[in-house]
Every structure is written in structure tokens, then in C-alpha cells.
């Protein structure tokens, strides 16, 4: 978990100014870049694009939620829930089926899908990194070429937003409830703060808007949709909408109560996983198991006495302050509602396995109200662009940073190569060019979305950029060509939820993982199509080894392809 830090000093000036009379401020405070830039220096310019004049440039609404599992939207058959407006996206356009991203995890999936280029590339590996801005992104490249462009909601790259005519973004992972946000544009509530290092000098002024009493996911629809009314009509846009939901902890709107009851919900069926023969996984610590009974689970106290984990760890404390960030009318409906469904967990604190079942129902009541929240926001907006006659001309793209483990191995959490963290979603509409109801089945990647976006916009796709346009799928069901996606995971035993660094390829049929940790070093090899859980790690059986040498040698292709770097023995 994200502790946040108070860094900001001397709380300011509120200062009234209307929307959008701020000139553009994107990269004038972005700091100096503190990661070690692997960014190669010939490819780190942006590459020259003229202003394109063409009326009929499609708009981009790209939307982004925070760890939303493919399992949890009806479009993929899901079991668990309805999920309306994205499955509107999803059958009014196209939807990928098979695809991935290159790093499950947040920072540095979006690093990926802003540049189109794997992490070792864009300097962005782990979660601990900050995202070098200066460096070409696509909403860079549209800017440029004459798109007015924002971003609303969660970004989490720790640098502000460059390319960006308009920014309100979360303040690191964000809040559910009394959001703050920083923005590059000014509004009545705006509080000005300056960031001192420290030795106490002034390194950047923030733009704060704390809206007290809003939900962000509703805040971040809201925003939005001022964007897109307010918006310069003689530009083509495009407008990044993030969602932090469904990210940890979970927090249900308090208006969404009793619609989710997963009372009698089953675990799936590799829950209770033992993890034989699959080392990395049996080191983890990203059980169902291991959430807090407070900050995870919602117990109160009172619920919880006696369990000394959650409190002297301090959990139960930050829970509190989640608590306490909901208005007095907000929390007597959260009490209400979640003092009666608390009192399950006095009849199943005695039984572990029982206990166990109890978390994983209560964590899948709030991923999915968090989630039944955000698809009623992305319809506000898909509502909009109908009744304004955006809709034609508009790409709409609902995706996620990646996907999550909803109880799969006995898991929450991402991280992991396997298929659950590697998959994201991804549904794309923009009717006056895709055919609706597609579905294709190749592997796409995060990768491919900066130089699909610049494809579409009519922009040469620059080419350091390392992904593939899917437009020519989309539009005229041409084949995809690509073998194998290549995959890097960077954070480590040593870091949070111990997921041990690996690297590997993951081909239609077979997956090849390489571990190499502190005290681990082994390779995975999966079925896929036999085997699509990952139970079964075939690496070193003989029926297996012709695969396994091809695995190998595509492995090397790929790393070569992408100019990886060589992992030592
Ligand atoms: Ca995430």
C-alpha cells in the first residue's frame, strides 16, 4: 500500500479563477527526472508532426480503471457482474479477447501504454520509479498535430502530466471519498501549495482542489464531463478518463449499498492452490488471507478485538482515516449497512477455512460495488457523447492498468505473469469507422494503444515506437502479425507483496516464465490451452522439450527484438 506523505508545505492563498483562462502550464513543474534513465538518447526526442487540418479527425475518450479483472465485466461472460456500459463500448465496436500488458502493474503499465514502449525502454519499472514526462508520449504527438488534450482522474506517474492542455489528476493513488486532486487550471476551490525539498527551498507550486464529500469516481465523471463541455470545438480531442476504482481498498459509494451480495459466492475452484512446484508463487504474500480485517475488510474495532495484527501494525488506524474522510450523512449509511453484514464475522472467526471464505466474499462485495460505481460513471459519459452527436466520430477505449487476481490461486493483487495480472481488458468503439460487434482473438498488448491512437489520428507512427497499430484490424479485420508478447516484471521478493522479478513470453498456446530473485532462479513453461489456470508448470518434462527449446529461442528473439536487456546467470 501507497502511505501517503505529507510533502506539501505551507497551505496557501485560495485563489478564484474561472475554468480554462489559465494559460497551459504541462511540464513547467515536472521536477527533475530521479530515475535512471535508460531512455536511449536518439529515441527520446519527439519526432517532428505537423499540425494535420482535417475536420474529420476522430475525437479519443480513452478510459482506464485501476485493476479491474476481465472476469468482472458481463462482455467476457462474467458471472459476478453486470457491467452495462462498457459492454456497451464492447458490442457497439470491438473486443480483444486476448488481450495483455507488459508490466502488471500500475506506474509502469501506464509508462507502457503513453509511450509505446516496454519499461526498460521508457525508464518507468517499477512502482518506486517516477516517470520521465519529457519524453514522447502519444497524447504528446496529438497535441501537437492540433488535438486539445486532458487528462482527468488517476495518474500515478509521481511527474505531472506533460502534453496535456488540461490536467486534474488524483494526488498519488487518490481517495474514494473527499478526493484531492492537483490541476494545471485553477477553480474557485483551488488551493495553491508550495513543494519545498528538503532543505526547505520551494521547488513547485501545486494547484490542490479537495472536494469534500464526492465520491472520485463520480468526481472523476464530473470532471470529465466539464472537459468536454468546456472544450475548444474547433479541435479535434482528446481526454484521458482514469478511474481508481477498482483499486484497493474497495470502497464502496454509499448510494451503490445492498445492490452487490456476494453472500453465497464460491471461490474459484484453484483457491485453496498449494503451489506445488511453483516456487515464486508459494513465496507470495497477496492472499485473501492476508488482508487486514480494517483497512481491507471493514470490520470495525469493535468487530475485530483482540485481533492485535490489524492494530499494531497500524492498519486499523488507517482505516480510520479512510473513515473519517466520509461526510457525517455518508457515514451513518456505510454504518448501517456494514454493522449488519459485520455480524457474519462473529459466527466464522473460530473456523479458519470458514474466515478465509468470509474475506473473500467480503473483498469481492467491495471490488464489485467499486466496479458497478465506475460502469454507471463511463455511461454519464458514452450519454454525453450521444445527446451532444459525439458519438460517430469518437474512439471510445475502456481498459484497465491491468488486470487482478479476484481469488484465482487463493489471491487478490496483480504482479504475477500468469494470466490473470498479465490480461487486461479492452473494448474499442468509434462507429464511423469499426464495425460493431467484432471480436478478435490475436494478442494485443498495452503496448500497441500510443501508436493505434497516432494511427488513427492520421500521425506517422514514429519509430522507436515499440507497439503495433491495431487500426488495420479494426477497421478492415486485417490479420495481426505477431508471434509472441514479451513480459518484465521488476519490484522483487524484497518489495511489497513479494512477488519474485521474472521475465518471460507468452505465445497462443505456451507461456514461458524465468524467476530470478534473491535465492530463485527457475524457469515455468504452461499450456495454456490444457492449462489455462496455471496449475501444472511442465518445465523439464520430456513430452515438453521440443517446445521448451523453441520457448527458449523465441525468448531470445523477442528480448532482441525489443533490445531487452540480458538477465546474468
Ligand atoms: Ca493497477
Sequence with gaps: ??????????????????????????????????????????????QDVAKIENKSRPNIVFIMSDDHSERAISAYGSELINTPNIDRIANEGAIFKNSFVANSI???SRAVMLTGKHSHINGFTDNHSRFDGNQPTYPQYLQKSGYQTAVVGKWHLHSDPVGFDYWEILRGQGHYYSPEFITNTPNEITVVKDVKNKKGKVIKTEYENTYRGAYATIKTGDLALNFLENRDKSKPFAMIYNHKAPHRNWMPNVDDLGVIDTSNLKVPDNFFDDYENRPAAK????????????YDLKLTEA??????????????????????????????????????????????????????????????????????????????????????GLAENTIVVYTSDQGFYIGEHGWFDKRFMYEESMRTPLVVRYPAKIKANQVVNEMVQNLDYAATFLDF??????????????????????PIERDA??????????????????????????????????????????????????????????????????LHSQLLKVKEQYQAPVISK
Excluded at 497551459?24 to 536518439?42: A, D, H, I, M, R
Excluded at 524457469?523 to 490451452?529: K, T, V
Aim: charged fraction near 25%.
Design 283 to 294: 513465496l507470495q504474500e497477496l492472499e485473501v488471507n492476508d488482508m487486514y480485517l480494517s
Design 485 to 550: 508478447l514479451y513480459y518484465h516484471y521488476y519490484e522483487g521478493i524484497e518489495k511489497e507483496h513479494k512477488v519474485a522479478k521474472h521475465e518471460g513470453i507468452r505465445t497462443d498456446t505456451h507461456k514461458l516464465i524465468h524467476f530470478k530473485d534473491v535465492g530463485l532462479d527457475h524457469f515455468e513453461l504452461y499450456d495454456i490451452a490444457a492449462d489455462p489456470s496455471e496449475m501444472n508448470n511442465l518445465y523439464g518434462t520430456a513430452s515438453i522439450s521440443k517446445i521448451q527449446s523453441e
Design 457 to 478: 489520428a492520421g500521425i506517422d507512427i514514429p519509430d522507436d515506437i515499440q507497439g503495433i497499430s491495431l487500426k488495420g484490424r479494426l477497421i478492415d479485420q486485417e
Design 1 to 46: 500500500m501507497n502511505i501517503r506523505k505529507n510533502t506539501t508545505a505551507s497551505m496557501g492563498r485560495v485563489i478564484l479563477l474561472s475554468f480554462f483562462i489559465i494559460p497551459v502550464l504541462s511540464g513547467c513543474f515536472s521536477g527533475k527526472n530521479k530515475t535512471t534513465n535508460t531512455v536511449k538518447k536518439e529515441s527520446a526526442e519527439l
Design 303 to 388: 468487530d475485530y478485538a483482540g485481533d492485535l495484527a490489524d492494530i499494531s501494525m497500524g492498519w486499523g488506524k488507517q482505516w480510520q482515516a479512510l473513515y473519517g474522510r466520509m461526510t457525517p450523512s455518508q457515514k451513518s449509511k456505510w454504518d448501517a449497512y456494514y454493522q449488519e453484514l459485520n455480524k457474519e464475522y462473529q459466527n466464522v472467526k473460530g473456523d479458519e477455512k470458514a474466515l478465509l471464505v468470509w474475506k473473500y466474499r467480503r473483498y469481492m462485495h467491495d471490488y464489485l460495488s467499486s466496479i458497478y460505481a465506475m460502469d454507471k460513471d463511463i455511461g454519464r459519459v458514452l450519454d454525453y457523447l450521444d445527446e451532444q
Design 106 to 108: 500500475c506506474g509502469p
